[in-house]
């Protein structure tokens, strides 16, 4: 097994309340799926997940808490987004359309605009995302 010191840090979320919400979900089994912008990886010239693919999971504090496998990764519009990702997201939405605005008030919010990305970007049904799919392991 790889030690969790050495592996790539998976970072849900911006560290704080919202980080810690969801690592917790990660940590007790609730979240299993993630969705990001294709345009993030693009931005950082970094390539897509990979199935089989180990990450470990920090908190706030940048504390390697868990070790995550990618499953699965795909590529979608924002409209093509399944219910059962969004739901398996782990964070209590009871609709598509409930994830979709939650996601959106995150995805347009301040501090994801401070990330090198065009200040004038909008999500809309063609914005393409990532969906990915992982287990914990440890």
């Known amino acids: 097994m ?8 998976a970072e849900v979320g911006f560290p704080g309340p919202l980080r810690d919400k969801l690592v917790s979900a990660i940590c007790d089994g609730r979240k299993t799926s993630t969705t990001s912008f294709v345009a993030e990886y693009q931005i950082e010239n970094e390539p897509l997940p990979q199935v089989g693919s180990r990450q ?3 908190d706030s504090e940048g504390r390697r808490l868990v070790t995550i496998e ?3 990764v795909e590529q979608v519009r924002l ?3 399944p ?8 964070e209590g939405h ?13 995805w347009e919010d301040d501090e994801l605009r401070a990330f090198p990305m065009d200040p004038t970007f909008v999500v809309d049904d063609n914005t393409l995302v ?3 799919r ?5």
């Open 130 to 132: 990532v969906l990915e």
């Open 70 to 72: 990618t499953t699965d």
């Open 134 to 138: 992982f287990r914990v392991l440890d």
């Open 56 to 58: 470990a999971v920090v």
């Open 2 to 9: 790889t030690n969790i010191d050495s592996l790539p840090i």
């Open 94 to 106: 009871s609709s598509l359309s409930e994830w979709r605005i939650a996601h959106e008030r995150f």
């Open 79 to 81: 409209s093509d987004v």
């Open 83 to 90: 219910w059962e990702h969004a739901r398996d997201e782990g």
